[in-house]
Nanobody, 123 residues
């Protein structure tokens, strides 16, 4: 399983970005895909996750601003980020397997991470 994250960049506060996570060979090789972020000096945290059935979960800090979605035909999970804030600055990673299963109530399977994509929000 390979995950390829893209779409990061530099944006002003209040702006938008859309991250993409291409999951190969198949979007739901496991039961859920999640987006995580890690800011300097902080632990990695869940941003949002989506299951094979379309059930979603968003961190409280991003509810109403970020939306996770999927396109099964393109094997891609998206994270639409609106109204960005400087505190959203972090490296964003996508994951499938155990870590995201735990976030959605399960605890099984191996764990796969993509390389991160940097999101920088200027004030």
């Amino acid at each position: 399983v390979q995950l390829q994250a893209s779409g990061g960049g530099l944006v002003q506060a209040g702006g938008s970005l859309r991250l993409s996570c291409l999951v190969l060979p198949y979007i739901f090789s496991f039961d859920a895909v999640g987006w995580y972020r890690q800011a300097p000096g902080k632990e990695r945290e869940l941003v949002a996750a989506i299951t094979i059935g379309g059930v979603t979960k968003h961190a409280d800090s991003v509810k109403g601003r970020f939306t996770i979605s999927k396109d099964d035909a393109k094997n891609t999970v998206y994270l639409q980020m609106n109204t960005l804030r400087p505190e959203d600055t972090a490296v964003y990673y996508c994951n499938t397997g155990r870590t995201t299963h735990r976030a959605m109530g399960g605890d099984y399977g191996p764990d796969y991470w993509g390389k991160g994509t940097q999101v920088t929000v200027s004030s």
